[in-house]
DNA sequence: CCGCCCCTGTTTACGCCTAAACTGAATGAG
DNA sequence: CTCATTCAGTTTAGGCGTAAACAGGGGCGG
Protein backbone atom coordinates (compact mmCIF):
# COMPACT_ATOMS: atom_id res chain seq x y z
CA UNK A 1 0.00 0.00 0.00
CA UNK A 2 0.90 3.63 -0.77
CA UNK A 3 1.38 6.20 1.82
CA UNK A 4 -1.29 8.91 2.76
CA UNK A 5 -0.62 11.68 0.63
CA UNK A 6 0.46 10.08 -2.61
CA UNK A 7 -2.34 7.55 -2.32
CA UNK A 8 -5.04 10.70 -2.15
CA UNK A 9 -3.59 12.82 -4.72
CA UNK A 10 -3.34 9.30 -7.37
CA UNK A 11 -7.28 9.10 -6.62
CA UNK A 12 -8.18 12.97 -6.93
CA UNK A 13 -6.16 12.23 -10.36
CA UNK A 14 -8.08 9.06 -11.70
CA UNK A 15 -11.65 10.39 -10.52
CA UNK A 16 -10.41 14.01 -12.19
CA UNK A 17 -9.51 12.22 -15.27
CA UNK A 18 -12.11 10.01 -15.29
CA UNK A 19 -14.86 12.94 -14.62
CA UNK A 20 -13.13 14.76 -17.82
CA UNK A 21 -13.59 12.27 -19.80
CA UNK A 22 -17.37 11.87 -19.18
CA UNK A 23 -17.45 15.82 -19.93
CA UNK A 24 -15.23 15.88 -23.26
CA UNK A 25 -17.55 12.82 -24.63
CA UNK A 26 -20.97 14.53 -23.85
CA UNK A 27 -19.92 17.33 -25.37
CA UNK A 28 -19.05 16.02 -28.85
CA UNK A 29 -22.83 16.14 -28.84
CA UNK A 30 -22.25 19.79 -28.97
CA UNK A 31 -19.51 19.39 -31.41
CA UNK A 32 -17.57 21.04 -28.53
CA UNK A 33 -14.57 20.22 -26.34
CA UNK A 34 -14.13 20.77 -22.69
CA UNK A 35 -11.87 24.05 -23.15
CA UNK A 36 -14.62 25.76 -25.77
CA UNK A 37 -17.55 24.97 -23.39
CA UNK A 38 -15.95 26.93 -20.51
CA UNK A 39 -15.82 29.82 -22.57
CA UNK A 40 -19.25 29.72 -23.86
CA UNK A 41 -20.31 28.85 -20.70
CA UNK A 42 -18.47 31.71 -18.94
CA UNK A 43 -19.07 34.27 -21.65
CA UNK A 44 -22.88 33.23 -21.93
CA UNK A 45 -22.58 33.80 -17.91
CA UNK A 46 -21.11 37.37 -18.06
CA UNK A 47 -21.33 38.81 -21.61
CA UNK A 48 -18.73 41.50 -22.48
CA UNK A 49 -16.21 39.68 -20.24
CA UNK A 50 -12.41 41.05 -21.58
CA UNK A 51 -10.01 38.39 -23.18
CA UNK A 52 -7.74 39.00 -19.79
CA UNK A 53 -10.83 38.17 -17.43
CA UNK A 54 -11.49 35.35 -18.87
CA UNK A 55 -8.41 33.82 -19.00
CA UNK A 56 -8.44 34.10 -15.43
CA UNK A 57 -11.65 33.16 -14.43
CA UNK A 58 -10.64 29.96 -16.75
CA UNK A 59 -7.33 29.17 -14.97
CA UNK A 60 -5.38 29.35 -18.66
CA UNK A 61 -3.26 32.21 -20.38
CA UNK A 62 -4.41 35.03 -22.62
CA UNK A 63 -2.71 33.28 -25.23
CA UNK A 64 -4.51 29.59 -24.68
CA UNK A 65 -7.26 32.01 -24.74
CA UNK A 66 -6.66 34.18 -28.01
CA UNK A 67 -6.38 31.03 -29.80
CA UNK A 68 -9.74 29.40 -28.50
CA UNK A 69 -11.82 32.69 -29.47
CA UNK A 70 -10.47 32.68 -33.21
CA UNK A 71 -11.53 28.72 -33.65
CA UNK A 72 -15.27 29.84 -32.22
CA UNK A 73 -14.89 32.92 -33.97
CA UNK A 74 -14.70 31.06 -36.74
CA UNK A 75 -17.39 28.94 -36.16
CA UNK A 76 -19.00 32.19 -35.66
CA UNK A 77 -20.33 31.34 -32.16
CA UNK A 78 -18.81 34.48 -30.91
CA UNK A 79 -17.41 38.10 -31.63
CA UNK A 80 -14.82 40.29 -30.26
CA UNK A 81 -16.06 43.64 -29.63
CA UNK A 82 -12.88 45.93 -29.81
CA UNK A 83 -13.66 49.05 -26.68
CA UNK A 84 -10.37 50.66 -25.61
CA UNK A 85 -7.76 48.40 -25.55
CA UNK A 86 -9.44 45.31 -24.38
CA UNK A 87 -11.73 43.02 -26.63
CA UNK A 88 -14.96 42.41 -25.17
CA UNK A 89 -16.47 39.02 -26.03
CA UNK A 90 -20.53 38.77 -26.40
CA UNK A 91 -22.18 35.46 -28.25
CA UNK A 92 -23.59 35.59 -31.22
CA UNK A 93 -27.15 34.10 -31.18
CA UNK A 94 -26.00 30.47 -32.65
CA UNK A 95 -23.71 30.41 -29.67
CA UNK A 96 -26.45 31.40 -27.64
CA UNK A 97 -28.31 28.81 -29.29
CA UNK A 98 -25.38 26.01 -28.05
CA UNK A 99 -25.15 27.56 -24.51
CA UNK A 100 -28.78 26.82 -23.74
CA UNK A 101 -28.44 23.59 -24.74
CA UNK A 102 -24.94 22.81 -23.61
CA UNK A 103 -25.35 24.49 -19.94
CA UNK A 104 -28.24 22.41 -18.45
CA UNK A 105 -27.25 18.79 -20.15
CA UNK A 106 -23.87 19.29 -18.73
CA UNK A 107 -25.26 20.38 -15.42
CA UNK A 108 -27.14 17.02 -15.72
CA UNK A 109 -24.48 14.94 -16.47
CA UNK A 110 -22.30 16.61 -13.49
CA UNK A 111 -25.55 15.68 -11.29
CA UNK A 112 -25.52 11.87 -12.61
CA UNK A 113 -21.45 11.86 -12.01
CA UNK A 114 -21.88 12.76 -8.38
CA UNK A 115 -25.18 10.73 -7.42
CA UNK A 116 -23.09 8.21 -6.00
CA UNK A 117 -22.23 10.83 -3.10
CA UNK A 118 -25.27 11.86 -1.00
CA UNK A 119 -25.93 15.64 -0.50
CA UNK A 120 -24.27 15.29 2.81
CA UNK A 121 -21.64 13.77 1.41
CA UNK A 122 -20.75 16.11 -1.57
CA UNK A 123 -21.19 19.10 0.87
CA UNK A 124 -18.21 17.28 3.08
CA UNK A 125 -15.75 16.58 -0.25
CA UNK A 126 -16.40 20.59 -0.73
CA UNK A 127 -15.69 21.35 2.48
CA UNK A 128 -12.37 19.22 2.48
CA UNK A 129 -11.60 20.75 -1.27
CA UNK A 130 -12.16 24.31 0.51
CA UNK A 131 -9.81 23.52 2.90
CA UNK A 132 -7.42 22.28 1.23
CA UNK A 133 -7.55 25.38 -1.30
CA UNK A 134 -6.80 28.18 1.34
CA UNK A 135 -4.13 26.23 2.67
CA UNK A 136 -2.55 26.21 -0.93
CA UNK A 137 -3.37 29.80 -1.31
CA UNK A 138 -1.72 30.45 2.40
CA UNK A 139 1.20 28.70 1.89
CA UNK A 140 3.38 31.44 -0.43
CA UNK B 1 -24.69 30.41 -5.02
CA UNK B 2 -23.99 27.79 -7.12
CA UNK B 3 -25.54 24.35 -7.16
CA UNK B 4 -24.26 21.69 -5.62
CA UNK B 5 -22.92 19.31 -8.13
CA UNK B 6 -21.44 22.10 -10.18
CA UNK B 7 -20.21 24.11 -7.51
CA UNK B 8 -18.61 20.57 -6.11
CA UNK B 9 -16.74 19.82 -10.15
CA UNK B 10 -15.52 23.54 -9.81
CA UNK B 11 -13.66 23.58 -6.51
CA UNK B 12 -12.15 19.92 -7.91
CA UNK B 13 -10.82 21.69 -10.80
CA UNK B 14 -9.58 24.41 -8.99
CA UNK B 15 -7.33 22.22 -6.30
CA UNK B 16 -6.00 20.08 -8.82
CA UNK B 17 -4.96 22.68 -11.48
CA UNK B 18 -3.35 24.47 -8.33
CA UNK B 19 -1.46 20.98 -7.08
CA UNK B 20 -0.46 20.56 -10.41
CA UNK B 21 1.07 23.55 -11.13
CA UNK B 22 3.04 22.85 -8.09
CA UNK B 23 4.34 19.74 -9.06
CA UNK B 24 5.28 21.02 -12.55
CA UNK B 25 7.00 23.39 -10.97
CA UNK B 26 9.03 21.68 -8.57
CA UNK B 27 10.03 19.04 -11.16
CA UNK B 28 11.43 21.98 -13.01
CA UNK B 29 14.52 21.06 -10.53
CA UNK B 30 15.22 18.04 -12.33
CA UNK B 31 14.19 19.40 -15.74
CA UNK B 32 11.04 16.86 -16.42
CA UNK B 33 8.13 17.60 -16.75
CA UNK B 34 4.65 16.29 -14.88
CA UNK B 35 3.72 13.51 -17.86
CA UNK B 36 8.00 12.93 -18.01
CA UNK B 37 7.97 12.67 -14.07
CA UNK B 38 5.04 10.25 -14.22
CA UNK B 39 7.06 7.70 -16.96
CA UNK B 40 10.44 7.92 -14.62
CA UNK B 41 8.30 7.00 -11.80
CA UNK B 42 6.26 4.04 -13.35
CA UNK B 43 9.19 2.61 -14.98
CA UNK B 44 11.23 2.59 -12.01
CA UNK B 45 8.66 1.33 -9.58
CA UNK B 46 8.41 -1.67 -12.80
CA UNK B 47 11.31 -1.99 -14.75
CA UNK B 48 10.50 -4.12 -18.22
CA UNK B 49 6.89 -2.36 -18.27
CA UNK B 50 5.78 -2.62 -21.72
CA UNK B 51 4.66 0.62 -23.45
CA UNK B 52 0.73 -0.82 -23.36
CA UNK B 53 0.82 -1.21 -19.75
CA UNK B 54 2.60 1.92 -19.17
CA UNK B 55 -0.06 3.81 -21.24
CA UNK B 56 -2.72 1.56 -19.46
CA UNK B 57 -1.16 3.05 -15.83
CA UNK B 58 -0.60 6.65 -16.53
CA UNK B 59 -4.18 7.01 -18.14
CA UNK B 60 -2.86 8.47 -21.85
CA UNK B 61 -2.67 6.57 -25.11
CA UNK B 62 0.29 4.33 -26.39
CA UNK B 63 0.75 6.95 -29.19
CA UNK B 64 1.30 9.51 -26.51
CA UNK B 65 3.50 7.27 -24.50
CA UNK B 66 5.73 6.53 -27.62
CA UNK B 67 6.70 10.10 -28.14
CA UNK B 68 7.30 10.78 -24.58
CA UNK B 69 9.59 7.43 -24.84
CA UNK B 70 11.34 9.20 -27.53
CA UNK B 71 12.07 11.97 -25.58
CA UNK B 72 13.37 10.39 -22.58
CA UNK B 73 15.60 7.96 -24.74
CA UNK B 74 16.89 10.77 -26.33
CA UNK B 75 17.76 12.25 -22.96
CA UNK B 76 19.33 9.16 -22.32
CA UNK B 77 17.05 8.63 -19.03
CA UNK B 78 16.08 5.22 -20.37
CA UNK B 79 15.82 2.45 -22.93
CA UNK B 80 13.42 0.51 -25.08
CA UNK B 81 14.35 -3.12 -25.02
CA UNK B 82 12.28 -5.18 -27.80
CA UNK B 83 10.91 -8.46 -26.71
CA UNK B 84 8.76 -10.69 -28.76
CA UNK B 85 6.48 -8.11 -30.28
CA UNK B 86 6.94 -5.57 -27.27
CA UNK B 87 9.11 -3.23 -26.06
CA UNK B 88 10.50 -3.65 -22.17
CA UNK B 89 11.46 -0.31 -20.82
CA UNK B 90 14.27 0.09 -18.32
CA UNK B 91 15.84 3.07 -16.88
CA UNK B 92 19.41 3.78 -17.40
CA UNK B 93 21.59 4.65 -14.66
CA UNK B 94 21.46 8.64 -15.59
CA UNK B 95 17.19 7.51 -15.56
CA UNK B 96 17.93 5.79 -11.97
CA UNK B 97 19.23 8.65 -10.83
CA UNK B 98 17.04 11.00 -11.45
CA UNK B 99 14.35 8.56 -10.06
CA UNK B 100 15.67 8.44 -6.77
CA UNK B 101 15.80 12.57 -6.70
CA UNK B 102 12.79 13.25 -8.15
CA UNK B 103 10.37 10.72 -6.08
CA UNK B 104 11.19 11.45 -3.04
CA UNK B 105 11.22 15.08 -3.40
CA UNK B 106 7.35 14.70 -5.33
CA UNK B 107 6.23 12.87 -2.09
CA UNK B 108 7.52 14.96 -0.07
CA UNK B 109 5.45 18.20 -2.24
CA UNK B 110 2.64 16.08 -1.95
CA UNK B 111 2.80 15.47 2.08
CA UNK B 112 3.25 19.28 1.94
CA UNK B 113 0.60 20.23 0.00
CA UNK B 114 -1.76 17.92 2.05
CA UNK B 115 -0.74 19.10 5.45
CA UNK B 116 -3.68 21.33 5.12
CA UNK B 117 -5.66 18.33 6.22
CA UNK B 118 -5.00 15.91 9.22
CA UNK B 119 -4.56 12.13 8.87
CA UNK B 120 -7.99 11.33 9.54
CA UNK B 121 -9.56 14.28 6.56
CA UNK B 122 -7.06 12.77 3.95
CA UNK B 123 -8.60 9.07 4.63
CA UNK B 124 -12.04 10.51 4.43
CA UNK B 125 -11.61 12.16 1.17
CA UNK B 126 -9.90 9.19 -0.01
CA UNK B 127 -12.95 7.76 0.94
CA UNK B 128 -15.11 9.99 -0.59
CA UNK B 129 -12.99 10.31 -4.00
CA UNK B 130 -13.17 6.40 -4.15
CA UNK B 131 -17.01 5.80 -3.73
CA UNK B 132 -17.12 8.28 -6.67
CA UNK B 133 -15.27 6.50 -8.53
CA UNK B 134 -16.82 3.63 -7.99
CA UNK B 135 -19.80 5.20 -8.80
CA UNK B 136 -18.32 6.11 -12.17
CA UNK B 137 -17.23 2.43 -12.79
CA UNK B 138 -20.39 0.97 -12.44
CA UNK B 139 -22.54 3.28 -14.18
CA UNK B 140 -21.99 2.07 -17.83
C1' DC C 1 3.66 67.97 -25.86
C1' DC C 2 6.92 64.01 -25.42
C1' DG C 3 8.57 59.91 -23.88
C1' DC C 4 7.87 56.08 -20.99
C1' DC C 5 5.50 52.39 -18.95
C1' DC C 6 1.78 49.38 -18.66
C1' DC C 7 -1.71 46.69 -20.15
C1' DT C 8 -4.28 43.95 -23.59
C1' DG C 9 -4.13 41.19 -27.10
C1' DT C 10 -1.40 38.45 -30.78
C1' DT C 11 2.08 35.39 -32.34
C1' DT C 12 5.44 31.58 -32.17
C1' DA C 13 7.86 27.48 -30.63
C1' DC C 14 7.29 23.63 -28.16
C1' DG C 15 5.37 19.88 -25.26
C1' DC C 16 1.16 17.13 -24.04
C1' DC C 17 -2.66 14.48 -25.60
C1' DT C 18 -6.04 12.08 -28.67
C1' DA C 19 -7.96 9.66 -32.59
C1' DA C 20 -7.09 7.24 -36.42
C1' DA C 21 -4.36 5.25 -39.92
C1' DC C 22 -0.46 2.41 -40.61
C1' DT C 23 3.57 -1.27 -39.89
C1' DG C 24 4.97 -5.47 -38.88
C1' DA C 25 5.46 -9.52 -36.01
C1' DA C 26 3.07 -13.42 -33.52
C1' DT C 27 -0.70 -16.49 -33.49
C1' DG C 28 -3.87 -19.58 -34.93
C1' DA C 29 -7.58 -21.69 -38.06
C1' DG C 30 -8.17 -24.26 -42.01
C1' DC D 1 1.86 -24.33 -44.73
C1' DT D 2 -0.84 -20.20 -45.60
C1' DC D 3 -3.76 -16.66 -44.90
C1' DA D 4 -6.16 -13.78 -41.70
C1' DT D 5 -6.40 -11.83 -37.36
C1' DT D 6 -4.60 -9.62 -33.52
C1' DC D 7 -1.83 -6.81 -30.99
C1' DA D 8 2.38 -3.72 -29.79
C1' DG D 9 4.29 0.07 -31.45
C1' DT D 10 4.74 4.19 -34.67
C1' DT D 11 3.16 8.05 -37.22
C1' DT D 12 0.31 12.11 -38.29
C1' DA D 13 -3.10 15.83 -37.98
C1' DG D 14 -5.02 18.72 -34.97
C1' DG D 15 -6.60 20.79 -30.48
C1' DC D 16 -5.04 22.22 -25.79
C1' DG D 17 -1.80 24.64 -22.96
C1' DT D 18 2.52 27.38 -21.64
C1' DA D 19 6.23 30.72 -21.89
C1' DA D 20 8.20 34.29 -24.10
C1' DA D 21 8.62 37.76 -27.53
C1' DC D 22 6.12 41.22 -29.87
C1' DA D 23 2.58 45.16 -31.22
C1' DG D 24 0.29 48.98 -30.12
C1' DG D 25 -3.01 51.89 -27.66
C1' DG D 26 -3.70 54.65 -23.16
C1' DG D 27 -2.34 57.07 -19.54
C1' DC D 28 0.92 59.68 -16.96
C1' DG D 29 4.92 62.33 -15.28
C1' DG D 30 7.91 65.73 -16.66
Not at 94 to 115: C, D, H, K, M
Not at 123 to 130: I, K
Request: with cysteine; charged share 25%.
Amino acid sequence: MQRGPVATWMRLVRVFHHVEGRETVALRAHDLSLAQFDVIAQVGRDEGITQQVLADRLLVTKGNICQLLDRLADRGLLVRQPEGRANRIVLTPAGRAVYAEAVPAQEAQLAAIFSPLSTDEQAQLRALLRKLEHGLDVRD
